[in-house]
């Protein structure tokens, strides 16, 4: 069997591992640029189920995808040596007033009454309890079981432990049509020239997926959302939970380097780190984090969430035989990484 992934973001590596891992000897990874050049580098890496599920569905979906995390990194480190820097830190979200403190409490209650383990800490004195940096706020939300990965690390050992595996990463190849044979998906054709036929094909495209040619339409499309981001380094590192507050997060990574992000802008695909965008990501962070304001700015860049048309899931069977898809998680890619990997496996391996 061979199962030809394109892109190769942590959706298209995580999958190629798990088919690789599950048997199927000829995978190929597909990836115009080099593996994690796009949003799965960039990103920040929190695993931030309790702070990002929108519904109960997504809050059952984040929590068992956050729960794999520690395992996989183990296991990664096992196969590759590298850490991915898994960190279960926490994260408090900061109300700035009495009426996001009254959501913050809705919140902790509803996903107690769910056993999930959650917190409302009152006042700023609560909030310093779990985080001394933390600035001015009514008080706090603290899930104590979200975390973070470092995404660029994750990225390398996932490449690692695919060519390890046996998969084929192809780089610098771009698929420039899905082929279609009749009702059945037999692989791509690349760079115009060259058709690689497969038994399965997995769509991983990230933000592009509904770029590549030839995709058939009843998948549903995926349009960009760029998100800007700010690294800072605070030496002596001070920050040690991840802080959430109106609409930015700030990441520490243990080491001093501190991210802050992120702007959600639809703007297609420009590549551009903004002054507003810098501007609104340092306001935010200061404001929740005011110690920051001494800490070095070493580099800022942007990329572009894969956000679905409409509330669809883009994972596992596509509807169109030996096409499977693992995109569309706009901004929870890192975290459904593992979780995706599996249900694309399991999707591929029904299918022939
Ligand atoms: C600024 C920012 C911050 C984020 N923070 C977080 C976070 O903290 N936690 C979290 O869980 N998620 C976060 N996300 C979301 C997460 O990064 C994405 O959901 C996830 O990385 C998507 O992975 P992917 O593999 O689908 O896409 P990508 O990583 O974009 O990979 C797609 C790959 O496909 C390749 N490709 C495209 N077209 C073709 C083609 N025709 N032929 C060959 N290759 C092709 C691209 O070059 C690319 O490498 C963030 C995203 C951004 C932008």
């Known amino acids: 069997m061979r199962a030809v992934v394109i892109g190769g973001g942590v959706m298209g590596c995580a999958s190629a591992l798990e088919l690789a891992s599950r048997g199927v000897r000829d995978v190929v990874v597909l990836e115009r640029s080099v593996p994690g050049a796009e949003a799965s580098s960039a990103a920040g890496g929190i695993l931030g189920a309790q ?153 991983a495209a990230g933000s592009w997926s509904s770029l590549v040619p030839g995709v058939p339409s009843p998948v549903p499309r995926v349009r960009p959302v760029r998100g800007q981001m700010v690294e800072l380094d605070q030496r002596p590192p001070r920050l040690r939970r991840i802080v959430f507050g109106g609409h930015t997060y700030v990441v520490p990574r243990g080491d001093g380097r501190v991210v802050a992000g992120s702007t959600m802008e639809e703007v297609g695909h420009r590549r551009e780190v903004t002054a507003g965008g810098v501007s609104d990501i340092l306001g935010g962070a200061l404001a929740n984090v005011p110690s920051l304001r001494a800490a070095e700015l070493v580099r800022t860049w942007c990329n572009f969430r894969p956000c679905p048309e409409g509330d669809v899931e883009l994972v596992g069977p596509s509807g169109v035989a030996g096409l499977v898809l693992a995109t569309g998680h706009h901004r929870n890619g890192i975290l459904l990484a593992r979780a995706t990997a599996l249900a694309v496996a399991d999707a591929a391996l029904a299918a022939t």
């Open 51 to 203: 702070v990002e599920a929108r519904n109960p569905r997504e809050l059952d979906a984040f929590v068992a995808a956050r729960e794999m995390h520690e395992a996989w990194a183990s296991e990664l480190r096992e196969l590759t040596g590298i850490d991915v820097g898994f960190r279960r830190c926490g994260i408090l979200t900061i109300a700035r007033n009495d009426e996001e403190l009254a959501a913050l409490g809705r919140e902790v209650a509803a996903q107690r009454e769910r056993g999930i383990e959650a917190a409302t800490l009152t006042g700023e004195r609560g909030a310093r309890e779990i985080e001394p940096e933390v600035g001015a706020c009514r008080g706090a939300a603290w899930f104590a079981r979200d975390g973070q990965v470092d995404p660029p690390r994750l990225l390398r050992a996932l490449v690692a432990a695919c060519a390890d595996a046996g998969v084929t990463i192809r780089a610098g190849t771009t698929v420039s049509r899905v082929v279609m044979r009749g009702e059945r998906c037999a692989g791509v054709e690349l760079d115009g020239q060259e058709e690689l036929e497969a038994d399965v094909t997995v769509l």
